[in-house]
């Protein structure tokens, strides 16, 4: 299908690229605005469970992604000072089993350059940099986008995926209340041949324990880890993923941890920080024929590795709806916000129910860390908290006509 329908989309994140790649495919014409002047890696790792890369794969990306993705083997759980572990659950082979698709980890700067390469070699000159969006209006069916410098460009519809601090949310809603969480992330990416052994195992790792948690996994073809550390009761505030630390602050935030902890801030890149907010799902998110996705519609926690999963399977979403009513630009945008307020918001929820299950005080002594873990992290209640997740199939949730 070739139409001439155009959709603007704010924003060349990870949802605004997915986003545009599910249009072009449809035979959408689509551009992208994107505020920074150039696409260059930026971030760090993301996890991309099976209701992402089921996705991913359907978009045609596999082969692509796959030099740089990692499949790790399993999920762990272990003690922040003695290292005690426990299997939580299998991932390989045992995701594409039970749930038709695999577990990835990868680099976000690699994600987005598969997805910006797709998108362009669809549509050449479908990105836009240093194109930051201001603002729109629209009018029978037209909607207007003004760019920051002074330029303006009309379309059909208009898609704000403009992150967390979206300017179009704030122009269409009044934005959530944002709560500063008292939790603050440390980001960084260690050399994987400069770790010992035990460190280089291809399995997901939640160490846990009084007051914060620490998330390791491979990436970039096992040549990375990549280290997220969350530390409680700091006054850092700026919700940033780029702001730069010290590694010796990092390691003061996790004293008293197990040596492997140390290990691997010693030989990590720069840490980055940022400060952990959360806001109240959006009941709505469309206006006539403008809508929004990912985080510009439901950020959310980290605590359930869902954020840029969320982002992604609302671009292809979003895309499968515009192609079930092309005429009839309003009712596909509220098919989509229907088909999607629910999910998003249950996770959003989900992720701050988990704020305190990595890092609980019953952690702090090792007898009581023993029986926390074994009663929180017992497999009946995991399967609880994930399967819902994974098993989500957007390529083939059923699309009001
Ligand atoms: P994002 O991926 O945040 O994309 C939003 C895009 O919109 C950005 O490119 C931004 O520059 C652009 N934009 C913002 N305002 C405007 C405007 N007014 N006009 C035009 N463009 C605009 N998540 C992790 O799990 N690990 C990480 O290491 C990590 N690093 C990140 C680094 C950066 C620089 C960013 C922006 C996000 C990072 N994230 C990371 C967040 C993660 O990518 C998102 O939470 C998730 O993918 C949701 O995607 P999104 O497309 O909604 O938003």
Redesign the pocket.
């Known amino acids: 299908m070739q139409t001439t329908t155009r959709i603007i989309i704010?924003?060349?994140?990870?949802?605004?690229l997915t986003a545009a790649l599910a249009l072009l495919q449809r035979g959408f014409d689509v551009t992208v605005?994107?505020?920074?002047p150039e696409l260059k890696e930026?971030?760090?790792?993301?996890q991309i469970a099976a209701n992402g890369s089921r996705v991913l794969i359907e978009l045609g990306l596999e082969d692509k992604l796959k030099p740089i993705i990692c499949e790790a083997a399993s999920k762990e759980v272990r003690l922040w000072n003695t290292g005690q572990s426990w299997k939580l659950f299998d991932l390989g082979a045992d995701s594409i089993k039970r749930f038709g698709a695999p577990y990835w980890m990868v680099h976000?700067g690699d994600l987005h350059r598969v997805l910006l390469e797709a998108v362009q070699a669809l549509k050449p000159d479908a990105v836009v940099t240093g194109?930051?969006?201001d603002g729109f209006t629209q009018s029978d069916g037209i909607v207007t986008v003004q760019l920051a410098d002074g330029r303006s460009f009309t379309g059909n519809a208009l898609i704000g995926?403009?992150?967390?601090?979206?300017?179009l949310r704030s122009q269409m809603f009044r934005s959530p209340q944002a709560r500063f969480t008292g939790l603050m992330a440390w980001?960084g990416l260690a050399p994987m041949d400069k770790l010992s052994p035990e460190l280089q195992r291809p399995v997901g790792t939640n160490w846990i324990g009084p007051g914060g948690h620490v998330i390791t996994y491979p990436i970039r073809g096992d040549s990375l880890l990549n280290f997220v550390g969350l530390v409680e009761n700091v006054t850092w505030t700026r919700e940033s993923?780029?702001e730069a630390g010290t590694k010796e602050e990092c390691k003061a935030d996790f004293e008293g941890w197990n040596p492997l902890i140390h290990e691997v801030i010693d030989v990590m890149s720069t840490p980055f920080r940022w400060a952990l907010v959360s806001r109240d799902p959006l009941p709505v998110w469309t206006e006539g024929n403008v809508t929004l996705?990912?985080?510009?519609c439901h950020p959310t926690l980290?605590f359930l590795a869902q954020?840029?999963i969320m982002?992604i399977e609302d671009g292809l979403i979003v895309a499968r709806c515009l192609e079930e009513q092309p005429d009839d630009i309003n009712a596909a945008l509220k098919a989509y916000e229907a088909l999607r307020t629910e999910r998003t918001a249950a996770i959003v929820r989900g992720s701050e129910a988990n704020l305190h299950r990595f890092h609980n005080q019953a952690l702090a002594e090792t007898q009581t860390a023993v029986e926390y873990v074994e009663r929180e992290w017992e497999p009946d209640k995991v399967r609880k908290r994930y399967d819902w997740l994974f098993e989500y199939d957007a390529t083939h949730v059923p699309i009001p006509a």
Request: charged share 15%.
């Open positions: 704010a924003g060349a994140g990870i949802g605004g605005f994107e505020q920074a930026l971030g760090a790792g993301i976000r194109a930051q969006v995926a403009d992150g967390v601090h979206s300017k980001r993923w780029t996705l990912g985080d510009a980290p954020g840029a982002a």
